[in-house]
């Protein structure tokens, strides 16, 4: 039976499982954990330990229709400069609950399409987060960027706010596939946005890309791989397509007719891996890719890579703060969501407390289970050893799980007495053996495809 045979066999091309940006997952949020809880946890923080924190900017020009993201189309300013006026009033809640002292090591703003924002409104953000979160010296500052809806006034004002991490996202860069997922974007005027984004002095670039769009073919990727490269990017991030147009309705406008089957999906991300690797680039994870000097590799080489809300980082915070409609925050006892839609959340703060709307309390089992699926997704390694170092007999929880994924993946996996391995072939089945430890998996949640 060749390869891929054996991995749809095992569930590749039909299961659904979530990607495990954190865990629990969202769908296991209660609305029964959320103001009192966020309060709580927010004021329990350490003054001493630096925090993430990530602003969400729930607003575009154009709405992608692959997009998935929480977001509203807009034409005008004004609410846009409105919401800027409910952010800075959240920052001032913070403010007030906050242990005095704290500082930010890691700021994202992302969306949304945050290159909404004039140079005015990006100064004026940054400014209010700063006189809440004062900065850490080595902190980091990551935008995500529209490279049509930026010019070099926006990228000289973020510059100057400390911005020195530039997402850039791509997704493709053939037009009919451009044309086909409601996304124009040039070349050139990609070009453009980072040889500017490099005048500036910004010099950490991140490039994001999808596999899995419709029309895409080994041609096609084959040529928006080589314009990528060109861009000369530090890291890149390879997301698969999920069609989820039952989540996202505007997905409902992209053909499902010309989508790759799951055999040219799998063939797509296979290409790209080995694209990325010939020039250079080291595998991270299950879908991002560094250069060796980027301190995403050093973290994975290291044991260090972590796993939170964008995906793979080296953010070591352990706690993160969400600011703005459908954001999470990230506490070291649980998570806690705003509101997701952005008018429920400008009442919550107009009406003078958090938007905390839902979320989790961990208990030791869910961060044993936690610690256990980001190891897996991380490093394709469950450290049984270093698992036992932290929660004790706890981790024998885990024991029939282990014995099911060795007895369903046979040879895909390693078991022994201190750790359980996923082997370079059994890698595509990331996230379904992930799943296997997840204690809360809903029954009734529609996550994206695994491949």
């Known amino acids: 039976m060749k390869q891929i045979d054996r ?13 495990y940006t954190s865990y629990p997952t969202a769908p296991v949020f209660s609305p029964d954990v959320g103001l009192s809880s966020q309060r709580r946890q927010l004021a329990a923080l350490d003054p001493k330990v630096p925090v993430s924190v990530y602003i969400h900017i729930p607003f575009c020009e154009r709405l992608c229709w692959f997009c ?4 509203q189309g807009t034409q ?6 409105s919401y800027i006026g409910t952010l800075e009033a959240e920052l001032a809640l913070l403010a007030d609950t906050l242990p005095k002292g704290l500082r930010m090591g890691r700021l994202h703003w992302g969306g949304g399409t945050p290159t909404i924002l004039p140079p005015a409104l990006i100064h004026r953000l940054a400014r209010a987060v700063k006189d809440v ?6 902190w980091e500052f990551s935008v995500e960027i529209d490279p049509t809806l930026v010019d070099r006034d926006k990228i000289a004002a973020l510059a100057a706010e400390g911005m020195n991490r530039a997402s850039i996202g791509i997704q493709d860069f053939d037009p009919l596939v451009q044309e086909a997922i409601g996304r124009q974007q040039p070349y050139e005027a990609t070009l453009a946005c980072v040889e500017d984004l490099r005048a500036a002095g910004i010099t950490s670039l991140n490039a994001d890309l999808v ?12 040529d928006t791989l080589d314009k990528v490269l060109s861009l000369k990017p530090d890291r ?27 055999q040219a999906r799998f063939a797509l991300a296979g290409q790209s891996a080995t694209a990325f690797a010939e020039a250079g680039f080291q595998a991270i994870g299950i879908d991002h890719f560094a250069l060796p000097d980027d301190g995403l590799a050093k973290a994975a080489r290291s044991g260090h890579l972590r796993r939170n809300f964008q995906g793979y980082t080296e953010d070591i915070c352990p706690a993160l703060i969400g600011i703005g409609a459908s954001s999470i925050s990230r506490f070291p006892g649980g998570y806690v969501q705003n509101a997701a839609a952005t008018p429920a959340y400008i009442k919550h703060i107009e009406d003078g407390h958090l938007a905390g709307a839902r979320g989790h309390e961990m208990t030791e089992e869910d961060q044993m289970r936690a610690r256990a699926i980001e190891m897996i997704m991380c490093d394709f390694t469950l450290d049984r050893s270093a698992l036992n170092l932290q929660f004790g007999a706890l981790t024998a929880g885990l024991d029939a799980d282990l014995e099911q994924v060795a007895a369903r993946f046979g040879d895909l996996v390693r078991l022994t ?11 595509p089945m990331t996230r379904i053996i992930a799943s296997l430890f997840d204690a809360h998996m809903p029954a009734d949640a529609k996550f994206s495809r695994a491949s």
């Open 7 to 19: 991995l749809a066999a095992l569930g590749l091309f039909d299961s659904r499982v979530p990607r």
């Open 68 to 71: 998935a993201c929480r977001t």
């Open 76 to 81: 005008s300013l004004s609410p846009v400069e």
């Open 133 to 138: 979160f004062p900065q850490t010296p080595d």
């Open 211 to 222: 596999y899995g769009l419709p029309h895409q073919t080994p041609a096609r990727m084959a």
């Open 236 to 262: 890149i991030a390879l997301f698969g397509y999920a069609h989820v147009p039952w989540v996202a309705k505007r997905q409902k406008l992209i053909d499902e007719t010309v989508l790759p089957d799951d």
């Open 417 to 427: 007495d201190t750790k359980l391995e996923i082997t370079k072939a059994g890698r």
